[in-house]
């Protein structure tokens, strides 16, 4: 079956997996992505299409009618494919309600829609108008929405919610990452039979290779059990300014600490500052942003914990595959599935750095159980969560949709 996917781009990390999808018997996959530099991806993603193994198609995006982007020439693309399946993710999937006719045509080729979203900043139906109107939902740069109210201001959160209902109706299935997805869309009347639940995950059978075949290379950092480590986008809703303000405050119990911070983006000169402020140049080490999986493991397998601060996702994954503990609170949703407290990790409350800081210290003061704590990571991307369960979620929901 050929299954197009509309997205924002080639982010390196999901690139590996549909790599990995299209090598399943019968599955053909298909990329459109924007010409260019797509409007969708958020602040210091990496990109690329090396390695890509899959077709890609570069169409010019642009800002519709209703105010949100879609493609070009997407009714070309359709036709020369002739696709069973297309997956596509917000706003993509606005189209669906907003060209009535593209998916009148779209239907009447008998071609199958899926959405695939991370819904974990949108509320119940019940209360959508009332979440909107107090600010509900963060951006990257970890402002909330501003607060409003009036007749119009409602009136227009009261629309926006009834074409998300509209939409998600309009699907044949959803594909979400954690189990929240079900009673969210539940309660815009979505069977729950329609929703498939993947978890998420990298390309885990790469991480493991690599990781063998680094065990024993020389230690790209000097020893050190008091490592800490966070891997992504530096923007305000990872929180690394916290994470950062705790490692000064640990210093005082456990002076060796030092905090790893890898990847770049629009907050790094702001956290680097903020560094040399308190005063820590010796604990916080910037590494950039490092997108060979060779090297990024060697500073994962020189951690003792991965500390993700705020929103995050698959960097969680690759932590776990390399062994590390995981401190995290409220990130996207997919960690729900692979943190389990006290076996593998701790939450901490979100936002608290106080929360934070008691975690780590409890970490750090026991380093066996942290350790085992690790292992147990390894075990669960190993035996439960993983590319192979993951995309064998994909192909059930791909053979749900095709034989309704």
């Known amino acids: 079956m050929k299954v197009l996917f509309i ?130 939902g963060i951006s990257e740069n970890n402002q909330a929405k501003h607060k409003q109210s009036g007749f119009f201001t409602k009136l227009k959160y009261r629309f926006t919610t009834e074409v998300r209902k509209m939409m998600v109706n309009r699907v044949d299935a959803h594909i979400n990452y954690f189990d929240e997805a079900i009673d969210i869309h539940g309660s815009y009347g979505v069977p729950k039979e329609k929703v498939f639940i993947t978890a998420n995950s990298p390309d885990t059978d790469l991480l493991f290779k690599v990781k063998d075949s680094i065990a024993n290379l020389e230690k790209i950092l000097p020893e050190n059990p008091y490592r800490i480590i966070h891997v992504g986008r530096l923007v305000k809703w990872k929180r690394v300014d916290m994470l950062i303000d705790v490692t000064q405050k640990l210093t005082q119990k456990y002076p060796n600490i030092e905090l790893v911070v890898v990847g770049t983006g629009p907050e790094e000169e702001h956290l680097k500052h903020q560094v040399a402020q308190l005063g820590i140049q010796n604990n916080v080490r910037f590494v950039g942003g490092i997108y060979d999986t060779a090297t990024l493991g060697r500073y994962f397998m020189n951690a003792s914990i991965y500390v993700l601060a705020g929103m995050g996702g698959l960097s969680i994954n690759e932590a776990m595959t390399f062994g590390l503990p995981v401190v995290c609170s409220v990130a996207d949703g997919t960690e729900r599935k692979l943190v389990i407290e006290n076996k593998n990790g701790h939450y901490f409350e979100d936002g608290n750095a106080n929360s934070l800081f008691n975690i780590l210290d409890k970490m750090l003061n026991d380093l066996p159980k942290t350790k085992q704590m690790g292992l147990e990571s390894e075990r669960i991307i190993m035996e439960e969560i993983n590319i192979h369960t993951v995309l064998k979620k994909y192909v059930e929901t791909f053979e749900y949709v095709v034989n309704k």
């Not at 010409?35 to 198609?57: C, D, P, R």
């Not at 009618?65 to 993509?92: A, L, R, T």
């Open 7 to 136: 997205a924002g781009g080639t982010p390196h990390y999901y690139n590996l997996v549909l790599n990995k999808l299209n090598q399943f018997p019968n599955v053909e996959v298909i990329v459109v992505i924007p010409k260019g530099t797509g409007s969708t991806v958020g602040a210091g993603v990496h990109q690329t299409q090396e390695g890509v193994e899959f077709k890609l198609y570069h169409l010019p995006e642009y800002k519709t009618y209703y105010g949100k982007m879609f493609f070009q020439n997407i009714e070309q693309v359709i036709d020369n494919e002739q696709p069973n399946i297309i997956i596509s993710n917000w706003p993509y999937t606005l189209a669906w309600i907003f060209f009535p006719l593209l998916y009148l045509k779209i239907r009447r080729k008998n071609i199958k829609l899926i959405s695939k979203e991370i819904p974990f900043q949108v509320p119940y139906y019940h209360n959508a108008v009332e979440f909107y109107t107090q600010g509900g």
